[in-house]
């Protein structure tokens, strides 16, 4: 998947990676922020997709980055659920064939709707259709409505695809019912609504090596992420990322917490212990995929109380992948 940069000014899409400025082949754009790229977002991918391939053209999406709220409203700005990598690698796997990113400014935010349509719709993208959520808006001021946007595709030459909501199970998709769960530690309903397990990824660390004095060794990861989900013990799948040839995504227990059995006030620490694997991932990246809670964090008398529940929570999570595994 190809990601491009526009240059609002100039109309310009050029490679981010660098190179020469490049037009879209009759495109059909899935517009908005994508946090988490849930199910609801995929929604969208889908039909840019069906529509470019109907023509002949190109499936593109078009996000903002950063998020608007961190420009617009930085205090009151939400944790995001996935950064901009992630979110590119989530809508390669969607199959689209480009993202246009518009850097967003408070210059930009400035623009009227109208400049929107013509200068980055119109004039940098070449849209031949678009396909929004219901709630779209944009411009100054959120002037822009699905209905606004309607009417410059009509004045315009472009087709304009709404998509109500979707919902899962009664709940609709959305990023802040996402985030909910996840501060809740509801992460198998956060995988409802994501249409995968939430994760989270950061590169492997030295810890105080406290797991293995226990019996209990663990990858500590140094998390890459604004939104971990409410502290606890999870059932998980840990993945090296970036290298080739290393073994498949591993069944873990995850304890995400601040370790209070040993330390009075420690920091928030997220360590895996990967099952039936041997060896150290030290300085590699991994990504951390939450598939269940197993329960809270606890605080216990002392460290037999604590290995003793660990080896109770290994075994629950075993039966638990075990029961998941079966038809």
Known sequence: ??????????????????????????????????????????????????????????????????????????????????????????????????????????????????????????????????????????????????????????????????????????????????RELLLEGNVEGARVLLGRPFDVDGTVVRGDGRGRRIGVPTTNVAAEAELLPRPGVYGAHVTVLGEPGLPAPRAAVVNLGVNPTFVAAGKLSLEAHLLDFAGDLYDRRVRVAFDFRLRGEERFADADALVAQIRRDIDTARARFRGAEQP
């Open 1 to 178: 998947m190809d990601v491009l940069v526009i240059d609002w000014r100039t109309g310009a899409l050029r490679p981010r990676s660098g190179g020469s400025p490049r037009a879209l082949r009759s495109p059909a754009v899935a517009i908005g922020n994508f946090d988490g790229v849930h199910v609801g977002h995929r929604a969208l991918l889908a039909l840019a997709l069906a529509g470019a391939r109907a023509r002949g053209g190109e499936a593109a999406v078009l996000t903002f980055e950063p998020h608007p709220a961190k420009v617009l409203a930085p205090t009151l700005a939400p944790p995001l659920i996935s950064g901009l990598e992630r979110k590119l690698e989530l809508f390669a796997e969607a199959g689209m064939d480009a993202c246009a990113l518009v850097p967003f400014t408070p210059e930009v935010a400035a623009h009227r709707a109208e400049a929107f349509e013509g200068e980055i719709l119109a004039r940098a993208l070449g849209v031949r259709e678009v396909v929004v959520g219901h709630d779209f808006t944009y411009g100054r001021r959120r002037e822009g409505t699905a209905d606004t946007l309607r009417a410059a595709g009509a004045a315009r030459g472009f087709a304009v695809t709404v998509v109500p909501p979707v919902t899962v199970d009664g709940l609709v998709a959305s990023s802040t019912k996402i």
